[in-house]
């Protein structure tokens, strides 16, 4: 991608290793790289210590030797493995494209499943080999709105609203478990009746059953990115005043401190998605690790068994 800053390391800690948030803490969660191509606005890893700066890609091109590695020394192996909670997989970056297929490809060979979350375009090589393993791929896709020019805004480099909802439509074609991450919703901006409810039918075309949702949340660093990088300053304070009473909720085990809406104004707006969803004949689920003063659930995820291949368990190499 042009204006994108692609610079190739070497990881040396460990790979196979959970995230920090709980509903992510049984599985392993890998990130092939440090800041990320689609350069959202309300990225969370904005705000990380690591954070390279817009623009800037660090790739860790070794990653697929690691996970060979330590699968070698691994007693009981993984059932699955989750890409990527901090950046995404399908960033339009060709070697983070390829490194990707080359990790996909091997870990179903040796009957290990994958999930990943994504706003990005699924290259038709990628889906091909997702569509040929079915029951071992489940897919959560992000998707805020509907309307083109908020997309444009706060995710500029994601893939096209109507490229996702096709690739939500095949997945579930194809077999593949998918589901939809309505996240985040950005309070005074895609909250209103009309947007969500015509998002949801949207979703509803596509075949979606379940959808996940959570919250815009703000640490110091993302107020001043969006501070920054929203021109209409309706928008901009329309979206940031709706904080200025916020709650402090931690999460990761409590590492991490982030302002949310109160608990009352956060309840509203999940009920009225909710509700809209319900329409559509669509499950709501909300993220107990984010809203722990609302929701007790876990990611959908921390219960999924990917089905193990007919011919049972492959040799690793």
């Known amino acids: 991608m042009k204006n994108t800053e692609v610079v190739k390391k070497h990881r040396k800690t460990a790979v196979l290793t959970p995230s920090q948030l709980p509903c992510l803490a049984t599985f392993p969660t890998v990130n092939l790289t440090s800041g990320c191509a689609h350069g959202c606005l309300y990225c969370y890893s904005r705000s990380y210590s690591q954070y390279p700066g817009d623009g800037n890609v660090i790739v860790y091109e070794n990653v697929l030797e690691k996970i060979q590695t330590e699968l070698r020394r691994k007693r009981v192996r993984p059932k699955f493995v989750y890409f990527s909670p901090s950046t995404d997989i399908f960033q339009p970056v060709d070697f983070v494209l390829e490194l990707a297929y080359g990790i996909f490809a091997f870990l179903l060979s040796v009957d290990i499943g994958v999930a990943f979350i994504t706003k990005g375009t699924i290259p038709d090589k990628h889906m091909a080999l997702f569509e040929a393993h079915p029951q071992r791929v489940r897919a959560q896709i992000g998707l805020i709105t509907l309307s083109a020019e908020i997309a ?7 893939a096209p609203i109507d490229v996702r909802l096709r690739q939500i439509a095949k997945l579930n074609k194809s077999g593949i478990e998918t589901e939809v991450r309505l996240d985040p919703i950005l309070p005074g901006i895609t909250d209103d009746e009309d ?90 689920r909300g993220c107990g690790c984010m809203n722990p003063d609302l929701f007790t659930g876990h990611c959908s995820l921390s219960n999924w068994a990917p089905t193990p291949a007919e011919t049972g368990q492959m040799q690793l190499f």
Not at 152 to 158: D, G, Q, R, V
């Open 152 to 158: 444009a805004l706060f995710e500029p480099h994601c």
């Open 195 to 284: 947007q969500l409810k015509a998002l949801l039918e949207a979703l509803h075309q596509a075949g979606v059953k379940e959808i996940t949702l959570n919250m815009l949340y703000l640490r110091p660093a993302l107020v001043e990115v969006l501070r920054r990088k929203i021109p209409d300053a309706d928008m901009r304070e329309r979206l940031l005043r709706r904080y200025d009473h916020g709650v402090k909720i931690r999460t990761s085990g409590g590492k991490f401190s982030q302002t949310a809406l109160p608990s009352a104004e956060r309840a509203e707006i999940f009920g009225r998605v909710i509700r809209l969803a319900a329409e559509q004949g669509i499950k709501c």
